[in-house]
Structure formats: C-alpha cells, structure tokens
C-alpha cells in the first residue's frame, strides 16, 4: 500500500500544482474544471474515466452541465499519496488537450 505523503511532499503540491487546493478537514485535494457544455464535460470524464481505470486509482467526482468538481485521495491509505499526485497530472493534462 502507498504511504501518505510527507508535509514536504504536500509543500510540494502546494507550488508545483497551485491549481489543486487542499480539502478542509480531509485528507485531499480538490480542483473544478469548466467546460463550454455538458458534451465536453463528460467528454473529460469519459477520458479520466480510461486513465482511472488503467491506473487502478479513481477520483470522487461531482458533475452539473458544464462543471466537474474533482476531490483526489487514496480511500485504502487513509490520505493523499504519490497515486493523487500521479493521477491529477494526467487530468490536468486531459484538460489542457481539450481546451488548448
Ligand atoms: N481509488 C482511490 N482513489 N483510492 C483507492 O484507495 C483505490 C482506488 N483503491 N481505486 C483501489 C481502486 C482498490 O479499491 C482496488 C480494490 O484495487
């Protein structure tokens, strides 16, 4: 099992990936992502949907329309780990191949 990150690893996120915040009172991170319509949204979802699965590592997510909400943690480890990180690279970089 993957250990939790160290409060170095999590200064880290904190510069490298400014974009994902940290979750009040739990042990994630968390990040919205806008789209021009729900086709696109769940266009998104669909892809991180395949890297998920492939990377065995599943986000917690919320959709309405045009918004997806994100909250990355590792449910068998009790907190954030290297797979959090891992995995919200390869959504950010689904993002960005969409919208650019
Ligand atoms: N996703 C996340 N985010 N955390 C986990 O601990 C996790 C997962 N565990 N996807 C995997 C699946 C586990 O439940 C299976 C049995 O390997």
Redesign the pocket.
């Known amino acids: 099992m993957k250990t939790v990150l160290t409060s170095l690893e999590r200064k880290h996120i904190h510069t490298e990936m400014p974009s994902w915040e940290f979750v009040d009172g739990i042990d994630a991170i968390h990040k919205n992502f806008l789209f021009k319509d729900f086709k696109e949204a769940f266009g998104f979802m669909a892809q991180v949907a395949d890297i998920?699965e492939e990377m065995?590592?599943?986000?917690?997510w919320f959709n309405v329309w045009n918004r997806v909400e994100i909250r990355?943690?590792?449910?068998?480890?009790g907190g954030l780990t290297q797979?959090?990180i891992s995995?919200a690279k390869r959504i950010d970089e689904t993002y960005s191949s969409i919208k650019n």
């Open positions: 998920a065995n590592h599943h986000p917690e990355l943690s590792t449910h068998d480890s797979l959090d995995l």
